[in-house]
């Protein structure tokens, strides 16, 4: 049961460490677009 617990937790952590992984890369790719828009005008 302890192990199952702990295993529980690592993938909780696995999936918020996804999402925010996720979102880091979505703001990396709309900051690089916004830039290249900024560049082009």
């Known amino acids: ?6 295993l ?7 999936g ?3 999402k925010i992984a996720f979102f880091i890369c979505l703001i990396g790719l709309a900051a690089t677009l916004a ?3 900024l560049r082009k005008t």
């Open 1 to 6: 049961m302890i192990i199952a617990g702990i």
């Open 8 to 14: 529980g937790f690592v993938v909780d952590v696995a």
């Open 16 to 18: 918020a460490l996804a």
């Open 35 to 37: 830039m290249k828009f």
